[in-house]
């Protein structure tokens, strides 16, 4: 690679993050092409955004890096199919999540350097915070440092996403990855679906309204979580009244206790030792059949029908295309 010039990249994937680590990137100067399938379910996407579409084998060719940006659940066999017979010697490979080579599914040719960009956010929050001149904060790692340039190049990408502006804290893959599959399972998507949930239930089993639970459990959280991400637990503890935060204090640690924190643990240490990953690729493999039971359960669920409705009177949240924020993954 030309040394004094910024690296060419192959973003293969055009999802949630190909989307817009491909956008920032460019409008950042860098020289960016998309990988996709042809035919695939993003092409017309990346195509109407103005970039080059090529196979991912032919962006690959010709990059200096290459972002793996597709489901993680394809990448062992895109690496393996494609990206390896392809990528040019000493190249660099990058991705947003660690799990495929934290847990040995993907073992990178030794000529290239390896990094991980993870922004810690959604690609659409990722993409609007540059376009108003902020960021997303982003972590990155190294696991193969073959040129000696790796760390630099993370940063370069990681700046040219926006990620600079917010923060940039270097980690390893193993955290990340395991942090990640962490949060997701126990607080962020897990954990606060099932407390949504659970709450709803225990409303309406007591013959109170749905209507009623739903914007009580559901509705008003967003303005709870906003005021965490503002402030912390401190700014929302000076924003609701004092019935509100002496009964978050007496009753808070009745929901969430120390039984809760054990079963935490549980699902930590089954993430720690490759538990998780063996049930969910043997799962994956055999064509999903639990993900979509438990898919299905939580669509049925009464709260999603209800809360249907109500959003349909809230014409703000009427827009079509990509979520105002989307899912943590
Ligand atoms: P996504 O499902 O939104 O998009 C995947 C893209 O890959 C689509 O364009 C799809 O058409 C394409 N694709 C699927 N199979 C392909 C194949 N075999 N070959 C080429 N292209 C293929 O994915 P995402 O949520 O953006 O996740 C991408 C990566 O980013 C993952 O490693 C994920 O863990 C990581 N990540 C996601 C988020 C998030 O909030 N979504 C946050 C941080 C990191
Ligand atoms: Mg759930
Ligand atoms: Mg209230
Ligand atoms: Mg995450
Ligand atoms: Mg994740």
């Known amino acids: 690679m030309n040394t004094s010039s910024k690296p060419q990249i192959a973003v293969i994937g055009y999802g949630s993050q190909g989307r817009a680590h491909a956008l920032n990137l460019r409008d950042s100067g860098f020289d960016v092409v998309v ?29 200096d890096l290459v972002a793996v940006l597709t489901p993680d659940m394809v990448q062992k ?36 350097d390896v990094v991980l960009v993870a922004p810690k956010g959604p690609g659409a929050l990722v993409r609007r915070e540059y376009e108003i001149g902020r960021g997303v904060p982003c972590i990155y790692a190294i696991h193969q440092d073959r040129s000696g340039r790796a760390e630099e190049l993370a940063k370069l990408y990681a700046a040219g996403l926006g990620g600079a502006r917010a923060n940039l804290i270097r980690t390893t893959f193993k955290e990340e990855t395991e942090t990640d599959l962490f949060g997701e399972q126990a607080v962020l998507c897990g954990g606060a679906s099932a407390l949504v949930q659970a709450g709803f239930e225990t409303l309406v089993e007591a013959g ?14 967003k303005l709870i979580v906003d005021l965490f991400y503002e402030g912390g637990i401190t700014r929302m503890l000076e924003f609701v009244s004092e019935t509100a935060q002496y009964g978050d204090f007496v009753s808070g640690p009745r929901v969430i206790n120390a039984e809760t924190k054990a079963r935490m643990k549980d699902i930590l240490s089954e993430i720690q030792d490759g538990t998780f990953i063996q049930r969910w690729v043997a799962e994956y493999d055999a064509g999903l059949p639990n993900y979509k039971k438990f898919q299905q359960a939580d669509l049925d669920h009464p709260i999603e029908k209800v809360g249907k409705e109500l959003r349909a009177k809230m014409q703000w949240l009427q827009q079509n295309g990509a979520p105002q924020a989307a899912a943590p993954a």
């Open 208 to 221: 109170y309204q749905p209507e009623i639970a739903y914007y009580e459990v559901l509705h008003e959280l």
């Open 77 to 112: 066999k895109l690496y393996a199919d494609v990206l390896a017979p392809s990528m040019k010697q000493g190249a660099c490979l990058l991705f947003a999540h660690g799990l495929n080579v934290h847990f040995g599914m993907i073992s990178p040719r030794a000529d290239l």
């Open 35 to 63: 990988g996709l399938r042809s035919g695939g379910p993003t092409e017309v996407k990346a195509l109407a955004d103005g970039f080059t579409v090529k196979s991912p084998a032919e962006a690959a060719a010709q990059a």
